[in-house]
């Protein structure tokens, strides 16, 4: 079993900017994709970014040029960093983290853009 210990939500003004962090407590492998979802009130869940252990980036649309990813490998660790938030950012985001030994999720941090 892996634990995922997420940090830096909060609640930011429209065009503010947060850093997540999720910790994973998985210390003899490098994790394979480490990535962040999120999921609104009434809508499911998505793909906000993730990042492989050799730095391949996948984006939402919606965050392209906004947020960027990034992780230490040594540490099992990722960031998300997110500037120039809007309102329809607000959501519960989620750290996921999948390799050999399966898929995990955090318990979710929940960051509010306030207009």
């Known amino acids: 079993q892996v634990e995922l210990v997420e940090s830096g939500g909060g609640l930011v003004q429209a065009g503010g900017s947060l850093r997540l962090s999720c910790a994973a407590s998985?210390?003899?492998?490098?994790?394979?994709?480490m990535g962040w979802y999120r999921q609104a009130p009434g809508k499911q869940r998505e793909l906000v970014a993730d990042?492989?252990?050799?730095?391949?980036?996948t984006y939402a649309d919606s965050v392209k040029g906004r947020f960027t990813i990034s992780r230490e490998n040594a540490k099992n660790t990722v960031y998300l960093q997110m500037n120039s938030l809007k309102p329809e950012d607000t959501a519960v985001y989620y750290c996921n983290v999948r390799y050999f030994k399966g898929n995990y999720w955090g318990q979710g941090t929940q960051v509010t853009v306030s207009s």
């Open positions: 990042i492989t252990s050799t730095g391949t980036t």
């Open positions: 998985e210390t003899s492998f490098i994790i394979n994709t």
